[in-house]
């Protein structure tokens, strides 16, 4: 007869617990903050690009059609300004300027208050007049237009810096 051991019952493991997490969750922890962070930067630099690039391209039409009359023209280049700086500002900021301000604003990324003190008054001046602004006006307003979406790609490049 073989003596009797005294074995005893095998153990289950201990329950896995929650704290700490494993290796991959701390890394989804951070990687998904990032990507949406990241994500978030991206559409913002895209959106700001594409808003100016599609400007200028609709002011090359504006100034070369030949269908719009002067004032036509004048309303189609306050509509695209407006579009751009809601754009490319916050628009809290900007949606609600009227007037002087939003000359003021304008003026914002140029040098010497072209539009409060130059050919840009003809933006708030024009509905009130009972002349229609001359093509010569519209053409320096154009350009007016064309140096301020530049200084929006400049300004868009010192923020990226």
Not at 94 to 114: E, F, I, M
Request: glycine share 2%.
């Amino acid at each position: 007869m073989q003596p009797e051991l005294p074995l005893r019952d095998v153990l289950p493991p201990a329950a896995i617990s929650w704290w700490p997490p494993a290796i991959g969750w701390w890394i989804l922890a951070i990687l998904i903050p990032l990507l949406l962070i990241f994500a978030i930067w991206f559409y913002k630099r895209l959106t700001r690009k594409t808003a100016v690039k599609t400007a200028r391209k609709l002011l090359a039409n504006i100034k070369q059609d030949s269908k719009l009359d002067q004032h036509q023209k004048l309303c189609e280049l306050s509509a695209l300004l407006r579009r751009v700086a809601i754009s490319v500002s916050p628009r809290a900021k900007v949606a609600a300027l009227t007037g002087r301000n939003w000359l003021a604003y304008l003026d914002s990324s140029l040098k010497n208050a072209p539009f409060s003190d130059g050919i840009g008054q003809l933006l708030i001046d024009a509905p009130y007049r009972k002349v229609q602004p001359t093509e010569q006006e519209i053409s320096q307003l154009i350009s007016l237009c064309a140096d301020w979406l530049q200084a929006q790609t400049k300004q868009a490049r010192k923020q990226k810096s």
